[in-house]
């Protein structure tokens, strides 16, 4: 098992399991999604682990700056083991990789969106030394 990051022919198994992980269909056609342009934007970073040539995981997460730190901030959009991958150690490989990605690239803190149903993530994060610090809020525009 292998973590490297996503390249433009991982679209098709990329999106195999981005279905599985919001539980519904809606990446089977193109253009339902931001692939290409988040692939190509040297702010965004995705990883992927990869197992006997099968995607088995993912990881995303991205770099900006906000006026309140001093240095640029890294947050975890999304991360997604498929269920027969899990309890394996891919999610603290994963997390590890954002991290030491984050620490090269100079960022003050790593923050970490996650859904409030998500409560065996939670456990994960906090057992990796996150720590539950508020809501995030959203609107659709």
């Known amino acids: 098992m292998q973590i490297r990051t ?31 342009k988040v692939i190509k934007n040297p702010q965004n970073y995705v990883f992927v682990a990869e197992e006997d040539n099968i995607l088995i995981g993912f990881v995303t997460f991205s770099i900006r700056n906000v006026i309140r730190y001093p240095k640029q901030i890294a947050e975890l959009d999304e991360l997604y083991v498929d269920t027969n991958h899990r ?7 994963f997390m590890r990789a954002v991290e ?9 803190r790593l923050y970490i969106e996650s859904h409030y ?3 065996g993530a939670h456990v994960f994060y906090e057992s990796l030394g996150y720590t539950n610090y508020g809501y995030h809020f959203m609107k659709n525009l």
């Open 100 to 108: 030491e990605k984050a620490k090269d690239l100079n960022c003050y």
């Open 6 to 36: 996503a390249i433009e022919s991982d679209y098709k198994p990329l999106m195999k399991l981005y279905n599985a992980f919001v539980g519904s269909d809606r990446y089977s056609g193109y253009d339902n999604d931001s692939f290409q």
């Open 117 to 119: 149903d998500h409560k």
């Open 87 to 93: 309890k394996k150690g891919i999610g603290k490989l």
